[in-house]
Structure formats: structure tokens, C-alpha cells
């Protein structure tokens, strides 16, 4: 199974908004919210963690893992698998089609 960073979730979960958050651990409202939709630091989560009162692991969520299947159709080969994109979400599904030469 694998996670993902999901900050507005863990502030709803602990009643505090990342303003909250942000005079908690001595930032800006603004800063705390480019950590909630970008790529915050190891020290930074640490930091949220502390003012959440929370063990760092509790700002992850579990997500279900990338659905892969292989079938063979009169084409040839195909897999598919679903992915989940690190930084918007988004679920996206990709497929691949193997054709060899005749």
C-alpha cells in the first residue's frame, strides 16, 4: 500500500487551518500554504507535525495502489494500469499495446 501527503486532510483532522498552523510553527499564512499544494521539506513536515502534536507519518494517507492487469487480445499483448499522479492527484490511465512485426 502507498501513502500520500495530504496537509489539508491532516488540518481537518486536527480542527486547525494552515493559519493556525503557521503561527504555531512561526511562518506565513502564505508559506504554510505553497507546503500544502507543493513539495515540502522533510523539516518542514516535521515542523507541521509538531504543531499538529502529531507523529509525522500522520500527515500520510493511504491510497490504493496502482491497479496493473495484462490481458492478451487479438492485437497482442496490452497492459493497463491506473496511476496516480505525486502532484495533483489526478488518477490517470494509461495503457500500452505490444505489436510485433509481422
Do not use: W
Request: charged content about 20%; proline content about 5%.
Amino acid at each position: 500500500m502507498t501513502s500520500k501527503l495530504d496537509l489539508n486532510r491532516a488540518f481537518a483532522e486536527h480542527g486547525v487551518t494552515s493559519k493556525t498552523v503557521a503561527e504555531r510553527i512561526g511562518l506565513t499564512p502564505q508559506t504554510v500554504s505553497a507546503y500544502v499544494t507543493g513539495n515540502p521539506t522533510v523539516k518542514s513536515l516535521y515542523q507541521i507535525a509538531d504543531a499538529l502534536e502529531c507523529d509525522v507519518r500522520d500527515l500520510f494517507y493511504p491510497v490504493e495502489e496502482e491497479q496493473e492487469q495484462l490481458s492478451t487480445e487479438k492485437d497482442g499483448p496490452r497492459a493497463s494500469a491506473l496511476l496516480t499522479c505525486p502532484h495533483c492527484g489526478t488518477v490517470l490511465s494509461a495503457s500500452l499495446s505490444i505489436f510485433t512485426k509481422s
